[in-house]
Nanobody, 113 residues
Framework: QEPLVESGGGWVEPGGSLRLSCEAS????????MGWYRQAPGKQRELVAS???????TYADSVKGRFTISRDNAKNTVYLQMNSLKPEDTAVYYCRCFAYDYWGQGTQVTVSS
């Protein structure tokens, strides 16, 4: 079983919302800093948001006020709520566990009309 499995991607019109989930297994999830990255075609992978074991979060300037990262330690899951989506948010989104340097397989998010 993969240590990180993402879900929740898809297609949405500009202004819409999506929630990504990343379920972890086989790691000390509650103690791990987790993050969401994205990679658009022809661009480098970038950190979108991260959350510490204590719940402190950071965001890329491009998503501040629109995206929210959260975690449920009881479910070993980290979430990325994405609101007011823009076409430039289109990318493959990856979950990462910093402590183990594990990455998920990625989930496609497409924002277009």
């Amino acid at each position: 079983q993969e240590p990180l499995v993402e879900s929740g991607g898809g297609w949405v019109e500009p202004g819409g919302s999506l929630r990504l989930s990343c379920e972890a297994s086989g790691i000390m999830f509650s103690r791990a800093r987790m993050g969401w990255y994205r990679q658009a075609p022809g661009k480098q992978r970038e950190l979108v948001a991260s959350i510490t074991s204590g719940g402190d979060s950071t965001y890329a300037d491009s998503v501040k006020g629109r995206f929210t990262i959260s975690r449920d330690n009881a479910k070993n899951t980290v979430y990325l709520q994405m609101n007011s989506l823009k076409p430039e948010d289109t990318a493959v989104y990856y979950c990462r566990c910093f402590a183990y340097d594990y990455w998920g397989q990625g989930t496609q998010v497409t924002v277009s009309s």
